[in-house]
């Protein structure tokens, strides 16, 4: 079934925030709970991860009122990242086919800018993101297959 969620950007302060919602709006973090940078596989064209950085949120997820959701990750500046208000949100989008994710893509990067192309992930999902005209960011994370 195709979902919609938020997808929130934070300098460092992901763990805290999701701490905190968590409190308010009770539940607990989706499975397998928090990720983190240190959790991800060596990606070949990529430097290894400074320390520092793998104990930092790589993605998290809070189902809130009715299954919506809340997530999050640190965006640190070492990964070409400056979190300013405005460019810490995304609308993220799950569409339930590959058909329907490269239609959505296409239409709303029309006249914007493609941040990351669709592709294959690592972690099962066929992903991308963009700003659409209107300075509006998407992100999409397909796991179907088909």
Same mark, same amino acid.
């Given at each position: 079934?195709?979902?919609?969620?938020?997808?929130?950007?934070?300098?460092?302060?992901?763990?805290? !925030?999701?701490?905190?919602?968590?409190?308010?709006?009770?539940?607990?973090?989706?499975?397998?709970?928090?990720?983190?940078?240190?959790?991800?596989?060596?990606?070949?064209?990529? $430097?290894?991860?400074?320390?520092?950085?793998?104990?930092?949120?790589?993605?998290? !997820?809070?189902?809130?009122?009715?299954?919506? &959701? &809340?997530?999050?990750?640190?965006? $640190? $500046?070492?990964? *070409?990242?400056?979190?300013?208000? *405005?460019?810490?949100? @995304?609308?993220? &989008?799950?569409?339930?086919?590959?058909?329907?994710?490269?239609? &959505?893509?296409?239409?709303?990067?029309?006249?914007? !800018?493609?941040?990351?192309?669709?592709?294959?992930?690592?972690?099962? !999902?066929? @992903?991308?993101?963009?700003?659409?005209?209107?300075?509006?960011?998407?992100?999409?994370?397909?796991?179907?297959?088909?």
């Amino acid at each position: 079934m195709s979902k919609v969620s938020i997808y929130m950007n934070f300098p460092n302060q992901t763990e805290e !925030a999701f701490l905190f919602y968590r409190s308010v709006f009770g539940g607990e973090f989706s499975p397998p709970g928090i990720n983190r940078f240190g959790d991800m596989p060596p990606q070949a064209d990529a $430097p290894p991860l400074p320390d520092h950085l793998k104990n930092g949120v790589m993605h998290v !997820a809070l189902p809130i009122m009715d299954g919506f &959701l &809340l997530m999050g990750t640190d965006a $640190p $500046p070492e990964f *070409g990242f400056k979190v300013n208000m *405005g460019n810490n949100i @995304y609308i993220n &989008l799950s569409p339930d086919t590959r058909q329907e994710t490269d239609r &959505l893509f296409s239409a709303l990067s029309d006249g914007g !800018a493609v941040e990351q192309p669709l592709q294959e992930m690592f972690w099962g !999902a066929y @992903y991308g993101s963009l700003t659409d005209k209107y300075g509006i960011r998407w992100m999409f994370n397909c796991e179907s297959k088909e």
